[in-house]
């Protein structure tokens, strides 16, 4: 399997919350009360989200999901009854059913009106499938990791057979292999630390507890049932599951449930969440080519038309007799061929969700609530990113403009040679950002984006500064060249920066924030700044422009780093961040 990320790492040391208890009553324990062991973080005003474990696990295997979500969640999980010191169900015939209605009684013990996640891991997928059938107001959405269609399909004899097998193995005096449970239930070359994990998981099985809990899994098929579950659901699976393979398991639920959603983790056993690494920069990246292409494709087509009709020429359109200058041919052009381009976001399909949230709305004012939860460290964010687009904007806005003054190139070849700049480094600066972003997170953790921001405003500022100063118009291309092929990936740094530290309901509509912030102040504020330094500060000289450009570019490029150095110190190693943690349930 891939070696774990920095911030996996992070999560996996982590200490455990401590174990508490609270009285249940539920006709399922003797005397209808019983004692619930679980653990518990986050705030109790946030959505509340309950994990159950599997068969062979406890409340301990969530360590990195309490560590992590509990900054958007409560986050509660079981050890389910039986198991550590949790009170068994009453009687011998345990039904899928019972652990349903204790799962009911620990949420009302806890004062835990609704769910917005229940997320169950092998066994414990069963009994979250029971509990949505048996209690559909109690849950907003269903994550079945590693999810089993349980035996209750078996009748007769052949049942018989099978549940006897599976009871004889359920003792925990006998001496069993810790390491080859760990090799039947991890991905081969899993790292030692999630071995070591998985290894201790154990240790709050019961005898009577692991009976009880096989006996259930002969009571419930869950292909049957899924169909009857109204609310949204994730099935979660890893291609190299021996314990449940997906062929066998989260194929067959799919099959019944086409609208869950399904995901499979590459190279991932049986435990997810101890095994998959997140990704997101390069999703971003590539993204975001769009606007480096759709740039240095539109400079390249307005060059060629300068070129063909001349800087002062005009065109007579056919039968209308109408005269069109070449700047206005120009800019025809650039907005007709957007229109067919722009019409084929009717051909994409919509996006299946990764998210196993509610699919009820998110109110923009919660975005806003997000963003003022985090108030310092979006502030941060988005003034050092408003900076860096600006740092790109001035150029492209004034550089072709700057070429033609100083340099008395003609607009055509402008055109066609920034043109070309543009669309080959840009667009690989971005791609390239996507990929280095995402090697970062996994070495470094969520702090080595922002420090990656700041290594690349060092690195511009020296073309930013020298590009407009240059002695030869072959050192001005190679200056300008090295400006775009790094200003390009600020954005995709910003960008992935903020997706990260974004909560999964609000995301789109925080980014949308972040665009509409940097749109502004990089089009609307960059362009006047240089202008009026040109005016004011060096009194519109013949070069007037090129100073105004490396002062610009230069100081634009000093502040930018410094508030990513900001955003990074808010983010250091070791700091309580507020950082998404990639949603994998176990």
């Not at 399922?28 to 994990?51: F, H, K, T």
């Not at 979250?128 to 209750?152: E, I, K, Q, T």
Request: charged share 15%; proline share 5%.
């Amino acid at each position: 399997m891939a070696p774990l990320s920095a911030l996996d790492t992070e999560l996996l040391t982590q200490d455990l919350p401590g174990l508490a208890q609270v009285a249940v009553a539920s006709p399922v324990y003797s005397g209808q009360r019983g004692q619930i062991e679980y653990r518990v973080a986050g705030d109790a005003r946030n959505p509340a989200v309950l994990m159950l474990h599997g068969l062979g696990s406890s409340s301990a295997g969530y360590r990195a999901q309490l560590a992590g979500l509990s900054r958007d969640f409560h986050v509660i999980a079981w050890n389910a009854p039986g198991f550590g010191g949790s009170s068994p169900i009453h009687g011998q015939d345990a039904g899928i059913d019972d652990y349903a209605d204790a799962v009911e009684g620990l949420l009302r013990a806890l004062r835990v009106r609704r769910l917005a996640v229940l997320a169950g891991s092998s066994w414990g997928s069963v009994v979250a499938l029971a509990f949505a059938r048996r209690y559909p107001a109690l849950v907003d959405s269903l994550v079945l990791s590693a999810p089993n269609v349980a035996r209750g399909h078996l009748v007769g004899d052949a049942r018989a057979a099978e549940l006897n097998a599976w009871l004889r193995t359920a003792d925990i005096d006998i001496p069993v292999s810790r390491a080859a449970i760990a090799d039947k239930l991890l991905a081969p070359d899993a790292p030692p630390q999630v071995r070591q994990h998985v290894e201790r998981l154990r240790d709050a099985m019961t005898t009577e507890g692991w009976r009880q809990a096989i006996q259930s899994l002969f009571t419930i098929s869950t292909p049957d049932i899924i169909s009857t579950v109204r609310c949204p659901m994730a099935i979660l699976s890893g291609t190299l599951d021996q314990v449940a393979p997906h062929r066998d398991h989260a194929a067959r639920l799919l099959a019944a449930a086409p609208s869950a959603t399904s995901h499979q983790f590459e190279a991932c056993g049986h435990m997810l969440k101890l095994e998959a690494p997140a990704k997101c920069g390069r999703a971003v990246a590539i993204w975001a080519m769009g606007a480096s292409i759709g740039g240095g494709i539109a400079l390249l087509a307005g060059g060629a038309i300068l070129h063909l009709v001349g800087e002062n020429g005009a065109y007579v359109v056919p039968v209308l007799g109408i005269s069109i200058r070449s700047w206005q041919l120009v800019m025809i052009a650039c907005g007709v061929i957007a229109l067919p381009v722009a019409l084929l976001v009717f051909t994409f399909p919509e996006p299946a969700r990764r998210s196993a949230g509610s699919s009820k709305s998110v109110a923009f004012k919660e975005a806003l609530e997000a963003i003022r939860g985090r108030r310092l460290i979006f502030t941060l964010l988005f003034l050092a990113n408003a900076l860096t687009i600006m740092l790109s904007v001035a150029y492209s806005s004034w550089i072709p403009a700057f070429l033609g003054r100083v340099w008395k190139i003609p607009a055509g070849e402008i055109g066609l040679t920034y043109g070309l700049i543009v669309l080959l480094l840009s667009t690989t600066s971005q791609l390239s950002a996507g990929f280095l972003v995402d090697w970062v997170y996994r070495r470094y953790g969520l702090a080595g984006i922002p420090a990656l921001g700041i290594a690349i405003c060092a690195l511009i500022f020296v073309p930013a500064v020298l590009a407009p100063a240059a002695g030869s118009i072959s050192a001005t291309w190679f200056l300008l060249a090295a400006f775009n092929l790094l200003a390009a990936s600020l954005f995709t740094i910003g960008t992935s920066t903020i997706v990260h530290l974004s909560p999964g309901s609000v995301i789109g509509k925080i980014t949308a924030v972040h665009f509409a912030w940097v749109g502004i102040t990089g089009t609307a504020v960059a362009p006047t700044l240089v202008a009026v330094i040109a005016d004011r500060l060096f009194e519109g000289t013949q070069s007037a422009l090129g100073s105004a450009l490396s002062t610009v570019g230069g100081g634009l490029a000093i502040a930018g780093g410094l508030c990513l150095l900001a955003v990074y110190w808010q983010m250091r190693p070791g700091r309580d961040v507020p950082s998404l943690v990639p949603e994998r349930a176990r």
